[in-house]
T-cell receptor
């Protein structure tokens, strides 16, 4: 299993500003994943982050809006840039199980409100 | 690509009632199937999973069976409790393997005493 810590847990931000969300894992993992959960909706994968390479973005998400860093095997950040109210969501970090259990572990999420 | 269709909510039940939340999927290959639960104000937790056809996942009184012939993975519990009130998400692995999950829309369950 993996324990994932996300910071901040919540924030209220002004439109036009940027917020960086941190994700720390208690073990080394190859890939980390960032999801968005818009109000009342399901989770959508934003991007996959590998250490030492650029993140791979899903359709509809771009690096300029959601830059991601992955400096080592236990840490990643997601930045939500030039925010608008439509960016108000819960952002979740996720990692694979490394013990072959075929399951994903999620952080507690960051609840972002843009005003 | 792979996709999940999940029963819409909200579902409102009395304590000790029987619960079914329907989930069907379309997929190429042989995906793994999951149910995740999100309690109020918390992150996602894995509730149960099944990795191949006819597998039954179970946890905390919840069960779901991987039915390849009907492409379904319905969640059931024989007697719900107030503490089961949460949002339940059906999910499957995308074409890239278990590291990319595709989620259903989620079903909100409210259990009343």
């Amino acid at each position: 299993s993996a324990v994932i810590s996300q910071k901040p847990s919540r924030d209220i931000c002004q439109r036009g500003t940027s917020l960086t969300i941190q994700c720390q894992v208690d073990s080394q993992v190859t890939m980390m994943f960032w999801y968005r959960q818009q109000p009342g909706q399901s989770l959508t994968l934003i991007a996959t982050a590998n250490q030492g390479s650029e993140a791979t973005y899903e359709s509809g998400f771009v690096i300029d809006k959601f830059p991601i860093s992955r400096p080592n095997l236990t840490f990643s950040t997601l930045t939500v840039s030039n925010m608008s109210p439509e960016d108000s969501s819960i952002y979740l970090c996720s990692v694979d199980d490394t013990g072959g259990l075929a399951e994903a572990f999620f952080g507690q999420g960051t609840r972002l409100t843009v005003v | 690509g792979n996709s999940v269709t999940q029963m819409e909510g909200p579902v409102t039940l009395s304590e000790e009632a029987f619960l079914t939340i329907n989930c069907t999927y379309t997929a190429t290959g042989y995906p793994s199937l999951f149910w995740y639960v999100q309690y109020p104000g918390e992150g996602l937790q894995l509730l149960l999973k099944a990795t191949k056809a006819d597998d039954k996942g179970s946890n905390k009184g919840f069960e779901a069976t991987y039915r390849k012939e009907t492409t379904s993975f319905h969640l059931e519990k024989g007697s719900v409790q107030v503490s089961d009130s949460a949002v339940y998400f059906c999910a499957l692995t995308g074409s890239g393997g278990y590291n990319k999950l595709i989620f259903g829309a989620g079903t909100r369950l409210a259990v009343h005493p």
